[in-house]
T-cell receptor, first 112, second 115 residues
Framework: NAGVTQTPKFQVLKTGQSMTLQCAQDMNHNSMYWYRQDPGMGLRLIYYSASEGTTDKGEVPNGYNVSRLNKREFSLRLESAAPSQTSVYFC???????????FGEGSWLTVV | AQSVTQPDIHITVSEGASLELRCNYSYGATPYLFWYVQSPGQGLQLLLKYFSGDTLVQGIKGFEAEFKRSQSSFNLRKPSVHWSDAAEYFCAVVASGGGADGLTFGKGTHLIIQP
């Protein structure tokens, strides 16, 4: 009953450090997404992957890279973290783009 | 590109009272519409969705929503709220054709329940 699993749940980074957020889903979904959530801003799409082997930019892609490692896994990388990237990050998946989206529990990232 | 507006940032309701959370969308064709709920420190849970057909949809936890094309609205309702309903509620629209433009959330409404 895992659904969408993302790690780590909490992370503190120093400005300029790099890190990767990992995400895996066990629902055999084709599409996967990374969102960030900031107070008063709702959820904003960073990158998405409509299917294995494809990735596309969302609303706020700057400063991030993604990898769709296989059908199950979709990682988000911060190459040089900035304080503006302090946020809660959600991984999500859906059977296809346009279908119901299922979310992970979030990763709280603080950049100091 | 479509957009979603949730006009109320905060709403306070007494326990046992009825609830209506507003959602307006802007999109040229018929969208797919969703309501999600987020409890503190948690991810988003799907309450209900509208793809087509009956414009009144029933969801989990006693929630329902009505799609009104003429008003471009998809308001969420509950006849009697419980203290456990206190949470953040997000309306979302997905373009039926897919694409990054199809994945748009409102900024959320924070629901406070008074005893």
């Amino acid at each position: 009953n895992a659904g969408v699993t993302q790690t780590p749940k909490f992370q503190v980074l120093k400005t300029g450090q790099s890190m990767t957020l990992q995400c895996a889903q066990d629902m055999n979904h084709n599409s996967m997404y990374w969102y960030r959530q900031d107070p008063g801003m709702g959820l904003r799409l960073i990158y998405y992957s409509a299917s294995e082997g494809t990735t596309d930019k969302g609303e706020v892609p700057n400063g991030y890279n993604v990898s769709r490692l296989n059908k199950r896994e979709f990682s988000l990388r911060l190459e040089s973290a900035a304080p503006s990237q302090t946020s809660v990050y959600f991984c999500a998946s859906s059977e296809e783009v346009g279908n119901t989206i299922y979310f992970g529990e979030g990763s709280w990232l603080t950049v100091v | 590109a479509q957009s979603v507006t949730q006009p109320d940032i905060h709403i306070t309701v007494s326990e046992g009272a009825s609830l209506e959370l507003r959602c307006n969308y802007s999109y040229g064709a018929t969208p797919y519409l969703f309501w999600y709920v987020q409890s503190p420190g948690q991810g988003l849970q799907l309450l209900l969705k509208y793809f087509s057909g009956d414009t009144l949809v029933q969801g989990i936890k006693g929630f329902e929503a009505e799609f009104k094309r003429s008003q471009s609205s998809f308001n969420l309702r509950k006849p009697s709220v419980h203290w456990s309903d206190a949470a953040e509620y997000f309306c979302a629209v997905v373009a039926s054709g897919g694409g990054a433009d199809g994945l748009t959330f409102g900024k959320g409404t924070h629901l406070i329940i008074q005893p």
